[in-house]
């Protein structure tokens, strides 16, 4: 049986600059096309009905690409999966991006998969969100507030509120994503599992970042992935490990007050108990990657 989209369109927009994606945008009455690989999906089951207008944001070039300037990264919010993997410069400068991106669904997925389109979806398993908290990224937003584009910047940790939901206001627009190039000697590691490694929704992931000179460690971030509403910032697991002197010890008791301060579901693709299992196991394997690897 064929299944139809939710909610009726009768209008189709594919702007070319930003200005006018947020003229389209600012009643509150259009659903922005990106990747759509969610979108559709979203739309065919009911989750996410179309509004009426659809905005298809594609043709914006301005925010598509990564770059790095001023010891700062900034990626547009169409830069997709498969562009992030073959970034070059991005690879040398920020490696888990791409190791996270290699893990990320298909080879067809990635191709249309955009990085703005993953955050927006807020799906506490979503991929590229867990290192990009690790590596404490904000995002940019867009509206048009009658006269002019009006900018506000957010902290990807407080942009998520909910499965699928965020601070974003009626009318806005994600642009892009940005974060400080990491220092030298700091390492960001990401984790996930699924019955395959790639190609599936993640029932655990896990990213920890780190600098460790001299057997201390400091700037420690540990974010978790699919064991809570959002993806979190284990911050009791942090606090054990900031200033202190990385052990064996100290990696499997921060795993284990990491994997306190979850709050996993039972579904079809695990149980409360193994997402917290996998938590335990996964923060002290990326722990002692980081600091003995």
């Not at 997925?109 to 389109?117: E, K, S």
Request: charged share 25%.
């Amino acid at each position: 049986m064929q299944v139809k989209p939710s909610g009726t369109l009768d209008e189709y927009l594919a702007p070319v600059t930003i200005e006018e994606a947020a003229r389209a945008l600012a009643d509150g009455r259009a659903s922005v096309l990106a990747g759509g690989t969610d979108l559709m999906l979203q739309a065919a089951n009911g989750r996410t009905p179309y509004r009426g207008r659809l905005v298809n944001i594609r043709r914006i070039a301005e925010l598509r690409g990564a770059a790095i300037t001023g010891g700062r990264v900034r990626i547009g919010a169409l830069t997709t999966v498969t562009d992030i993997l073959n970034h070059a410069e991005l690879a040398k400068a920020v490696p888990v991006l791409r190791q996270t991106a290699d893990k990320f669904a298909s080879n067809q997925i990635r191709n249309m998969a955009t990085i703005g389109g993953n955050i927006c979806n807020a799906s506490p398993a979503g991929d590229m969100i867990i290192p990009l908290l690790a590596l404490e990224a904000e995002v940019e937003l867009a509206s048009w507030d009658g006269a002019k584009i009006r900018t506000r910047e957010v902290a990807l940790e407080k942009f998520f509120t909910g499965p699928g939901r965020t601070v974003m206001e009626r009318g806005e627009l994600l642009t892009a994503v940005s974060f400080a190039v990491p220092e030298a000697g700091h390492r960001v590691r990401f984790a996930k599992s699924g019955p395959r490694p790639a190609l599936e929704i993640s029932t655990v992931s896990a990213a920890f970042a780190a600098t460790c000179k001299d057997g201390v460690t400091t700037n420690v971030r540990i974010v978790l992935g699919a064991v809570a509403p959002t993806p979190i910032r284990a911050r009791s697991a942090e606090a054990l490990m900031e200033g202190a002197e990385c052990s064996g010890d100290l990696a499997a008791r921060a795993a284990k007050a990491a994997a306190g301060e979850i709050s996993p579901i039972d579904d079809v693709r695990a149980s409360a108990w193994y997402r917290t299992h996998l938590t335990e196991v996964f923060v002290r394997r990326l722990i002692e990657d980081v600091c003995h690897g």
